[in-house]
């Protein structure tokens, strides 16, 4: 079975810390997303990669930034987080059209 | 873009009868059509792909279809149990062949014993 994971199941930060999320995946998929999950809005794609080094622009990218330095490892960067940034963020990294989800980190920004 | 629209409203039925969800898009025809589950507070799980070319799926006790011609797929989990109960989420592909849906809003189903 695909396993994704995600370093925290919960995370509260201040306004203006830098926080970093980290996903890693063990299938050895090639493309690899972020995404945040609110109320009413439903999942909305923040970036992915292709490959490693890779990063494509999603449809929300402002206020963040990735990193993927190996294959199996893509990370979130909220360079400064802000309140309208507490949300589900949820890590998925996929095989042709499926995607495989991390079990998401609740982040609360104060 | 394409826009998605599923039921907001919390779709309730009882143990046993049939629960079918309802997933309409606009625009272009994607290639593929996918649901997802999705229980409170974890991320969305794979549940089934259905093709253009497909007009119906099984898998155990789930159904999907796809009518390009309507623009809509519908989701049938017969014999209904209470552990079904979840969001589920239709997610179609992006305009491109991206292999990167797009994902609607959701529809919660509550099922009672």
């Known amino acids: 079975d695909v396993k994704v994971t995600q370093s925290s199941r919960y995370l509260v930060k201040r306004t203006g810390e830098k926080v970093f999320l980290e996903c890693v995946q063990d299938m050895d998929h090639e493309n690899m997303f972020w995404y945040r999950q609110d109320p009413g809005l439903g999942l909305r794609l923040i970036y992915f990669s292709y490959d490693v080094k890779m990063k494509e622009k999603g449809d929300i990218p402002e206020g963040y930034s990735v990193s993927r330095e190996k294959k199996e490892r893509f990370s979130l960067i909220l360079e400064s987080a802000s309140t309208n940034q507490t949300s589900m963020y949820l890590c998925?990294?996929?095989?042709?059209?499926?995607?495989?989800f991390g079990p998401g980190t609740r982040l609360t920004v104060l | 873009s394409q826009k998605i629209e599923q039921n907001s409203e919390a779709l309730n039925i009882q143990e046993g009868k049939t629960a079918t969800l309802t997933c309409n898009y606009t625009?272009?025809?994607?290639?593929?059509l996918q649901w997802y589950r999705q229980d409170p507070g974890r991320g969305p799980v794979f549940l089934l792909l259905?093709?253009?070319?497909?007009k119906e799926k099984r898998k155990e006790r789930l159904k999907v279809t796809f009518d390009t011609t309507l623009k809509q797929s519908l989701f049938h989990i017969t014999a209904s149990q209470p552990a079904d109960s979840a969001t589920y989420l239709c997610a179609l592909e992006r305009a491109g062949g991206s292999y990167i849906p797009t994902f609607g809003r959701g529809t919660s189903l509550i099922v009672h014993p």
């Open positions: 998925a990294s996929s095989w042709l059209d499926t995607q495989y």
């Open positions: 259905i093709r253009e070319n497909e």
């Open positions: 625009n272009y025809s994607p290639a593929y």
